[in-house]
């Protein structure tokens, strides 16, 4: 073998090594690129509402056909500005593997309020990289698939008020879509 190919097969090996990853290592830009500049007089913006039942998650994607369950994990109560982690976990209940090589970022999430408006929206405009993530999990067992983050703030930025809400989150990837369990949380201030 050539000296490029062992390196490259060295590469591949490493990458595909680690089953999980999470967004927080992800760059935020490519390497050797900045962010744009700001106008020097922003346009005036008002504040955008929350919608209401829309769902921002991604709908594509065959519904996985092996027999799973899918859920987060994590805290069960946040203060806002103080961010946490929860993981998205997929068990295998069928008798078959899943074998799903996904992107670096395929779980998306939104947080609703009690009156089921969405007051932290998927984003749309997330920079992702291209590394390919393998995740198996074989039959009876449970796998961290990627966690998310979030800090009790809307997508503004703005603080949200105390009170109860909840997290939604699917992970669309690998030509599947994948949605977990509705994920209660009190916000506090």
């Excluded at 992800?26 to 919608?51: F, H």
């Excluded at 998205?88 to 395929?106: K, V, W, Y």
């Excluded at 408006?117 to 992702?128: G, S, W």
């Excluded at 067992?141 to 809307?154: C, F, L, N, Y």
């Amino acid at each position: 073998m050539t000296p490029r190919l062992l390196l490259t097969a060295a590469l591949l090996g490493t990458s595909l090594a680690h089953a999980q990853t999470t967004i927080f290592t992800i760059p935020a830009l490519p390497p050797g690129r900045t962010a744009p500049a700001t106008p020097a007089t922003p346009a005036p913006t008002t504040p955008a509402a929350p919608s209401t039942g829309a769902n921002t998650l991604p709908t594509t994607g065959e519904v996985l056909e092996i027999p799973h369950s899918a859920a987060l994990s994590g805290a069960g109560s946040l203060k806002v500005g103080q961010a946490d982690t929860w993981t998205f976990t997929l068990s295998n209940q069928g008798e078959e593997p899943i074998r799903l090589e996904h992107g670096a970022c395929d779980v998306r999430f939104e947080v609703l309020n009690a009156a089921g408006q969405v007051v932290r929206p998927n984003p749309t405009d997330t920079i992702c990289t291209l590394q390919i993530v393998l995740t198996e999990v074989g039959p009876g067992e449970t796998m961290d698939v990627q966690a998310i983050r979030w800090d009790g703030r809307d997508a503004q930025g703005r603080a949200l008020p105390a009170g109860e809400y909840i997290i939604r989150a699917v992970f669309s990837g690998a030509g599947v879509r994948i949605v977990a369990e509705d994920f209660p949380v009190t916000l506090e201030n």
